[in-house]
């Protein structure tokens, strides 16, 4: 599996937004899903949201429901995390991953590095 490449990420204000990117290196995206996750130091990895190719859909946990938005271009070659009204606690290294379905169970693989996102007060 060839590792994802995340970017976008930043240090700003409170209330502030930022807008993350993650892309599959030369080639689109064909798997099942593509999810956002993140991970502050001290904390185990959450998951925020994935978006799912055929048929198009999007879920999301609810901590982040109406703040930010996943998406991807036409193209299948970049997913996208629209992140609004961001708050110090969504300080983390936020990650992405593509999700396989398998047995009525989806399994995360591809990770990158991670962009660092930082939210001050």
């Known amino acids: 599996q060839v590792q994802l490449v995340e970017s976008g990420g930043g240090s700003v204000q409170a209330g502030e937004s930022l807008r993350l990117s993650c892309t599959a290196p030369?080639?689109?995206?064909?798997?099942?899903?593509v999810a956002w996750f993140r991970q502050a130091p001290g904390k185990e990895r959450e998951f925020l949201a994935r978006?799912?190719?055929?048929?198009?859909?999007?879920y999301y946990k609810d901590f982040v429901k109406g703040r930010f938005t996943i998406s991807s271009n036409d193209a299948r070659s970049t997913v996208f995390l629209q992140m609004n009204s961001l708050k110090p606690e969504d300080t983390a290294l936020y990650s992405c991953?593509?999700?396989?379905?398998?047995?009525?169970?989806?399994?995360?693989?591809?990770w990158g590095q991670g962009t660092q996102v930082t939210v001050s007060s």
């Open positions: 991953a593509e999700g396989v379905l398998s047995f009525g169970k989806i399994n995360y693989d591809g």
């Open positions: 030369g080639r689109t995206f064909s798997s099942y899903a």
């Open positions: 978006l799912t190719w055929d048929p198009k859909s999007t």
